[in-house]
């Protein structure tokens, strides 16, 4: 067996298709680096099944399809074919060539083939496995590997041998059988536990198997009696029905004839009522007219009194004080005002003399100025004659020059400065736009660092919180798969297979409300008791009345279904237990330990209402003995009742306790459930939180970087325009400096200049004439002077008579406005006191003309008031007199029908007692057909009290039957000594026999399915245990072989040197690692770290090789394995290759020429300029 070709399309650097062909021996693949050798390597491992993206040197498995240039597109999928020749056999395949093939699409997508038929990548391997090829791949050294094995740890280095062993298989084949095992524990554990609860059911049920059998004898002669007496009572009760139907027919005629009465005084009390309604109008008129008066001579009384008062009141009122006389208070306003007017023209008059004041003192200041600078400039003019007129002149010139000069100065300096400001206004606006930005970037980094803050913490977080969910997951879903075993176990103990079984679980069944143990809710620990106490009904099913009870009974005998006992919802109430036996110590109602559905509740309290509850036996007999009407339960199960008891040991768990603890299971499991569903639904919402979370986290250190360079952008530029601001700054300040130095000069030289011109005009006077001149100005200064001095006291005199003024007018200032006002109020005043003193006098004289007319109505009034009274006393008097007619005729209507409704009371209570007696007469028929299945006719024609009753008499010679009359008493004495006798038995199964056979057949196919598990268990040890035996058998022998070799290629790689293999738990063949000891020649040391470089990668190959040579495989791949050896040792090396070439086709991947000159083929690899590798081959016997 060798490989035959390779075929790589589109594998890394393998872009178009490329197929190697080899052949038995060396072949060398050379090339430059870089150029696509490895890749060889890297297909090789890739088709035959390797899963290790970094094995690949990849990242991900995506990484092996051609990712493109950049004058080639990539490609969407990696396609390897390897062809194998098995013309030996070596595959366990019915081919002589084999290939091999495998394809990765870019969206994930793998297929693998043999031959073309798509396969698994586990018959891959299965494929190889024998051949010494497996998951660790040992026949394929790659770039590094030899490192690796050197740091490989003893397992890892075991894994070697293992696979050049063919170990892998049969590992894989114990892995298989022992996760069987795994998951038949689970269904074992499961089983057992099924297994036990039926077990611990039989012994019960086998008891009351023998009960029912017992049962059976007793039932017949307690259906006899039962039927005799229904009998009896259905013959009385259709005799009672037919009397009382005549009965009842008299009462109708009795109420046809008070009802003809009736009619008749109904005719006669309306036409009294008509009467009545006849007069009413003429009372109602006459009273009306009454009141209409009296209500007038009321109002008229009112009038009177109230218009007497009035005139006493306005004949008490005053005049008021009268106050000033407005006559002299608009004088004293007058003179005022004149006043007023006198200062303000005297305020005018000082405000003008002011202003002319002022005005003439600044005039003569002006012209004492003037002189001032006039006798200044003629004596300088005096002294500039004396220094000369050439010297004046060339002054004024030079400051004409200057000036000019500057002034040029100061239009540049200015041109410089507009321009140099429109830049700083320009620099000043970018800067306040960039700082914009730059707040609103370093804002945004504020939010940035807290989002990314918060998002990582919050990924930390959910993360965490994801793991506890998990794990709570995890064990929440085990407590629920123990929960759902336990159910199982108890719905089956639940089962029924009597009637009340068939009518909960047959979907023809008639509509029952479930069963009395499903819906009570029984208070823990009480469960015993309230079977003990509910007897057979514990097992019964609720049903709505009567009606569905009967059709119930006659389903369950049509279908032949067996018994079932029924509870009836009622609504009658129980009666209470008294409360001094109820409140003793110790002692409780049973009905109360007891929550019932609703619609048993009534009929759950009638069965428990004379029931209590005690904690042991002896308790229970002493409540007994002072109360034997009741039945007395203890919570043991023990029962003492009126001459009846129920005990003894515990037996099989009851159905009232099993229902107890699927009820709570249920709960427990459903609980979980919903803890699993909030897990679940957590678990989901953390997962996609975390996600989110993860995402956040990294869009905000994404922006945060972002962030970053914006702001170290914008800073830059911020210090550029702010560095080209100040520049500017700098030079706008320095040329304003020297503009205002300019400035100033300027100003000197024009001073300068127009002082030179006047001195150089006034050098070509007359010194005498300029000195008279100047005597002239000094008197005239000196004139002036006085002038202005005479002027300022004159405006100081004038502003003290100004104020003076203005004070006096401010102080009368209001007084004369304050004057007329009072002035015009005291004149309102005494025009309105005037007026309310007429009006008073003309109120009085009306209201004494109101007194005297009303009092001549009143006087009328009174006679027509007196004369409607009597009409009103008369009317009353006729209509009362009709009433007491009306009154006579309503109290015999009132006798007559209080006489109908006691006659129609009678017909309803006799109605309510026929219905009851129908009802009652309908009830013993329906309990006929319900307890008995016979017809009411059938019963009385065959059990009637008309026939005799056969009776068993015991005797000597057998038992006898023996025809006796018909006696109630006795056959209700016989039916109590039946029951007496099914109450001694205790509660009977009647399916107990079937369910016994039932549960017992179950039971036995358990345990043989239990007894099938274990051998199934005991098998897939035993496939384990020679898993074992043969793996450490095999391991032992290649150990051996390869420790053999591995001490002699390392004699022959290190001459003088000894190495060898040791097990590092040789008593644990199965778990024992490999260890590696090499002992260079001249050297001490034994640890593989402490040697050169070249002497660990020869020791590396010293290992690989003494597996190749333990357990030869068809081929061998290795990657320049020998490029860190010298010549020497890179002989030593090839002698080893040439060995090895006798058995097993080696490809290798070199650099070196002497490697180059063994090979029997040489592939030339290289990288064209589109980056894509091509592969060129030849035969060395070719070439030569």
Partial sequence: MYLKTLTLRGFKSFASATTLQFEPGVTCVVGPNGSGKSNVVDALAWVMGEQGAKTLRGGKMEDVIFAGTAGRAPLGRAEVSLTIDNTDGALPIDYSEVTISRTLFRNGGSEYAINGAACRLLDVQELLSDTGMGRQMHVIVGQGQLDAILRATPEERR?????????????????????????????????????????????????????????????????????????????QAIATHEQESADFTELERQQQ??????????????????????????????????????????????????ATQRVTLLSEVSDPTPGADPEELAAQAKRIRAAESELEAEVRTAAATLETAAQFKEAAEAKAAKIAQEIARLQRAAADRREGH???????????????????????????????????????????????????????????????????????????????????????????????????????????????????????????????????????????????????????????????????????????????????????????????????????????????????????????????????????????????????????????????????????????????????TARRRDEVEARIKEAELAQTDLTEKVSRARDEYNAALTQLHDSDARISAVAARLARIGEEARRAQATVDRLTKQREERLAQIQVH????????????????????????????????????????????????????????????????????????????????????????????????????????????????????????????????ERQALQRQAEEVRAKREQLRAEQAKLADVAHREEIARTQREAKLDHVRVRAMDELGIDPDVLIEEYGPHLPVPVRIEGDDGDQIVQQPYVREEQMKRLKAAQRAMTLLGRVNPLAMEEHAALEERHKFLTEQLDDLKRSRADLLHIVREVDERVERVFAEAFADTE?????????????????????????????????????????????????????????????????????????????????????????????????????????????????????????????????????????????
């Fill in 159 to 235: 894994g070697f041998i293992e696979e050049s062993a063919g170990v892998l298989k049969h590992r894989r084949r114990k892995e298989k059988a022992l996760r069987k095992l795994e998951s038949m524990a689970a269904n074992l554990t499961r089983l057992q536990d099924l297994t036990a609860e039926i077990r611990r059911q039989l012994g019960p049920l086998a008891k009351q198997a023998q009960v029912a059998r017992r049962a059976s004898v007793i039932q017949a002669d307690l259906r006899d009696a039962s039927a005799r007496l229904l009998a009896d009572e259905l013959a």
């Fill in 257 to 306: 004839a008070v009802a003809a009465q009736l009619e008749q005084i109904d005719l006669a009390m309306k036409q009294a009522e008509a009467r009545i309604a006849e007069a009413a109008p003429q009372v109602d008129a006459a009273a009306e007219t009454w009141y209409r008066l009296s209500s007038i001579r009321e109002r008229l009384r009112g009038l009177h009194s109230l």
């Fill in 390 to 664: 050439a010297r004046l002149a060339g002054e004024v010139e030079a400051h004409r020059g200057r000036l000019e000069s500057g002034q040029h100065e100061i239009t540049r300096i200015d041109v410089e400065i507009a321009q140099l400001n429109k830049d700083i206004a320009e620099a000043e606006r970018s800067y306040r736009t960039v700082e914009m930005e730059v707040a609103d970037i370093e804002a945004g980094e504020v939010d940035l660092d807290a989002a990314y803050e918060a998002a990582k913490q919050a990924t930390e977080e959910l993360a965490a919180e994801l793991e506890q969910v998990t794990a709570q997951l995890r064990a929440t879903t085990q407590e629920r798969a123990t929960l759902s075993a336990r159910l199982e176990a108890l719905d089956l103990s639940l089962t029924r297979r009597d009637g009340a079984g068939a009518l909960l679980s047959d979907p023809d069944a008639p509509d029952v409300g479930g069963s009395v143990a499903a819906s009570l809710r029984v208070e823990p620990g009480y469960e015993t008791a309230v079977n003990a106490a509910l007897g057979p009904y514990a097992d019964a099913v609720v049903v709505e009345d009567d009606r569905q009870a009967t059709t119930v009974l006659q389903w369950l005998k049509q279908q032949d279904a067996g018994r079932a006992a029924l509870v009836v919802s009622s609504t009658a109430t129980a009666r209470k237990v008294a409360a001094t036996v109820q409140d003793a110590a110790g002692v409780r109602r049973l009905s109360d330990l007891v929550e019932p559905a609703a619609a048993i509740a009534a009929s759950v309290q009638l069965l428990l209402a004379d029931v209590l509850v005690t904690d042991d036996l002896a308790s229970a007999r002493t409540l007994h003995a002072e109360h034997p009407e009741l039945r007395i339960v203890t919570v043991h199960g023990d029962l003492l009742g009126p001459a009846h008891a129920l005990g003894g040991s515990t037996g099989a768990p009851s159905v009232l306790q099993l229902q107890a603890e699927y009820d709570e």
């Fill in 750 to 877: 024009q001073a300068a200049m127009e002082d030179a011109e006047m001195r150089l005009q006034a050098f070509t006077e007359d010194p005498e004439e300029s000195q008279a001149r100047i005597d002239q100005a000094l008197v005239e200064q000196k004139n002036l002077d006085a002038t202005a001095a005479r002027a300022r006291t004159a405006e100081t005199e004038a502003q003290l008579v100004l104020r003076t003024n203005q004070e006096r007018a401010r102080a009368l200032a209001g007084r004369a406005e304050s004057l007329e006002r009072s002035a015009a109020e005291e004149k309102k005043r005494r025009d309105e006191a005037a007026a309310a003193a007429l009006q008073r006098e003309q109120d009085i004289a009306a209201a004494r003309r109101i007194t005297g007319q009303v009092e001549l109505v009143l006087e009328k009034l009174e006679t027509s008031l007196s004369q409607a009274a009597v009409a009103r006393d008369e009317a009353q008097r």
């Fill in 1044 to 1184: 053999a070799q591995f001490a002699q290629v390392f004699s022959r790689l290190f001459p003088g040197g000894e190495g060898r293999l040791i097990l590092t738990d040789p008593s644990d063949m199965l778990g024992t690692g490999v260890e590696v000891e090499a002992r260079p020649a001249g050297k001490k040391v034994k640890r593989l770290s402490l040697l050169s470089g070249g002497e660990r990668s020869l020791a590396a190959i010293a290992m690989l090789v003494a597996i190749f040579k333990a357990r030869p495989s068809p081929f061998y791949v290795m990657d320049e394995v020998e490029a860190a050896l010298d010549d020497v040792n890179l002989s030593r090396l090839l002698d080893i290759f040439r060995e090895l070439q006798t058995d097993s086709q080696l490809i290798v991947i070199t650099h070196q020429k002497r490697t180059m000159e063994i090979a029997d083929a040489l592939y030339g690899v290289t990288m064209r300029g589109d980056g894509v590798t091509t592969v060129i081959s030849q035969r060395l016997g070719e070439a030569v």
